[in-house]
């Protein structure tokens, strides 16, 4: 397997993503790795990956236009690695519009594909129990054809990379009545009845979405972008609450001392690092966007995605899946 990843971007920087590489080698040596980025900052990958120089770096706030534009930054580069190495898979944490605009110009989209969506496995209340969400920000305005394929896309995620043969899926709204939504997503609850979805359950509201009987939860990219970014930031303010709670006083402390087992399982249920990154999907490669804040676990994790996502040939199940369709 042969993965591309642009190592520059993220907030904590090239150190931050070469510790990552480096203890994803460790678990996948028998992969090969083509790490880009200024060839100074890369040097500890050395005998470990094939470094390719990119000096360019483009900032978070870059645009489609303007990553097409440089041709020779970090981002560009791997884009160009991928297709002329015939790699599997594409991991970066730089800006995500470009990335993903560039992607979805280069490497086109799956036949039958209006709009490609960004899909990420979220935590629920139930160990072990994802949520697949789609869109999180691919797109700020998406219409109900869209968000009926998004379902589509979510539906075969669900069942190759979850297991789960029959998936729940639901539209993300501000009501469970199908009446409820932005027009887009009435239209699209209209759709997914008259077409007899297989197990669509209607909308659902947001506070309910992460119960844990949702396996698929369908959203526009806007609402889907606000719904990750609130989620992240509650999970990281319940964090820092716990943790000002049992500071308190040394009877405090004490009981942290027995509570200690129950949060600590908490956090690893609630902690978003060990996702790693968002698949794009719908375009004809596995790419991988890492969190932008990144550090080393987080980065190696989202390079495990990309490493799962092309072992189980996600993009040549939505390929046969958009096929069948046609």
Do not use: W
């Amino acid at each position: 397997m042969k993965i591309v990843i642009d190592m520059m971007g993220a907030d904590q920087g090239s150190v931050a993503t070469v510790a990552g590489v480096l203890a994803f080698h460790k678990n996948h040596p028998d992969v090969e790795l083509f790490c880009v980025g200024r060839a100074s900052e890369l040097q500890p990958l050395n005998g470990v990956a094939y470094i390719i120089d990119a000096p360019e770096v483009l900032p978070m706030t870059a645009g489609a236009m303007d990553v097409l534009r440089a041709k020779n930054s970090s981002v560009m580069t791997s884009i160009t690695t991928m297709i002329n190495e015939k790699a599997d898979a594409i991991v970066g944490a730089g800006s995500t519009g470009g990335f993903l605009t560039a992607l979805t110009i280069k490497l086109k989209l799956i036949p039958g594909v209006e709009r490609a969506a960004i899909i990420a496995p979220f935590p629920t209340k139930i160990k072990g129990k994802k949520v697949a969400v789609l869109d999180i920000g691919a797109s700020n305005e998406n219409t109900s054809s869209q968000i009926v394929q998004f379902a589509k896309m979510g539906r075969i995620y669900a069942q190759k990379v979850f297991g789960v043969d029959e998936p729940k899926t639901y539209l993300l709204a501000n009501g469970a009545e199908d009446e409820k939504g932005t027009p887009e997503i009435k239209e699209a609850n209209h759709i997914l009845r008259e077409t007899n979805f297989p197990q669509f359950m209607g909308n659902i509201e947001g506070r309910e979405a992460l119960e844990g009987q949702v396996d698929v939860l369908v959203t526009g990219g806007f609402a889907g972008n606000i719904f990750l970014k609130t989620t992240e930031g509650i999970a990281k303010m319940m964090s820092e609450m716990i943790k000002k709670a049992f500071k308190r006083n040394v009877f405090s402390k004490i009981g942290y001392i027995f509570a200690n087992k129950g949060f600590k399982e908490m956090r690893e249920t609630m902690d978003y690092k060990s996702t790693g990154g968002a698949m794009l999907l719908g375009i004809n490669g596995v790419a991988i966007k890492a969190h932008g804040n990144s550090d080393a676990y987080g980065f190696m994790s989202a390079i495990e995605v990309g490493y799962k996502m092309a072992e189980k040939n996600v993009v040549a199940l939505m390929i046969e899946g958009f096929k069948q369709d046609a």
